[in-house]
């Protein structure tokens, strides 16, 4: 997805003022598509609620309303499918058959505390809800070159560690409001109910992990500059 967003903001350099808000728009329509076509939805969010989520989501101001606007109505009119792969469609929509799915505790960011999540592994992302019944995820994490270690905590057993070796992890995550933003954890701590389980997650996501060598590249240059700058 950062690939994408870096790539559309290339061809398109009038659209967005950055690829982050190209990130986070993107997740956004990926949710958007799943709760205006999927039937199992009986809320569908409308265009107001749709403009209204991406408040301040552009450097120094919204999103233009007829841009957001333009992208409601036409996903609204025609759903976007994989072409000629009904059935990886299907998943999409209801993010049935995972990898693999469960309860974790997953640490706060800013307030550290410990809750509950519904977490389900799907095409090289990770997904978090409140209840196993929620159709619209608290936060999206893409598995683009991320690491998984074990890692210990004073108040809970079986823990582990997603993080992107000391940058900010690239996710989404939703507000109270509903409002989609980008994450800024520089790790996500989890908490497995056993070992065993926590031996299976780690497992199963270092398998789900991508690696784009364009990342390494722009992190070493990232870490030269820093040097030359003193810091």
Not at 74 to 101: G, H, M, N, V, Y
Not at 110 to 124: A, E, G, M, S
């Amino acid at each position: 997805m950062e690939c994408f967003s870096a790539h559309y903001c290339q061809c398109n350099p009038s659209t967005f003022k950055s690829t982050d808000s190209c990130y986070i728009v993107s997740f956004s329509l990926i949710i958007l598509n799943t709760s205006l076509h999927n039937p199992s939805v009986k809320e569908k969010p409308d265009l107001q609620h749709f403009i209204s989520i991406h408040k301040g989501v552009h450097p120094g101001g919204d999103l233009p309303t007829e841009l957001l606007t333009d992208m409601y109505e036409s996903l609204k009119k025609e759903p976007f499918q994989i072409p000629e792969d009904e059935d990886a469609w299907e998943l999409t929509l209801a993010f049935q058959k995972p990898q693999r799915e469960g309860w974790l505790l997953k640490m706060g960011g800013r307030v550290k505390t410990w809750k509950k999540r519904w977490f389900i592994l799907k095409d090289n992302c990770l997904y978090y809800f409140e209840y196993t019944t929620d159709k619209d995820p608290l936060g999206i994490i893409p598995l683009e070159n991320l690491c998984v270690e074990l890692a210990e905590d004073p108040k809970k057993p079986h823990c582990f560690d997603l993080h992107a070796r000391g940058q900010t992890v690239k996710a989404c995550k939703t507000q109270a409001d509903g409002k989609k933003v980008q994450g800024n954890h520089q790790s996500y701590r989890l908490s497995a109910a056993s070992h065993e389980e926590r031996e299976s997650w780690v497992q199963s996501l270092r398998s789900s992990i991508s690696w784009d060598p364009f990342y390494d590249t722009v992190t070493i240059q990232k870490k030269i500059s820093a040097i030359k700058n003193g810091h």
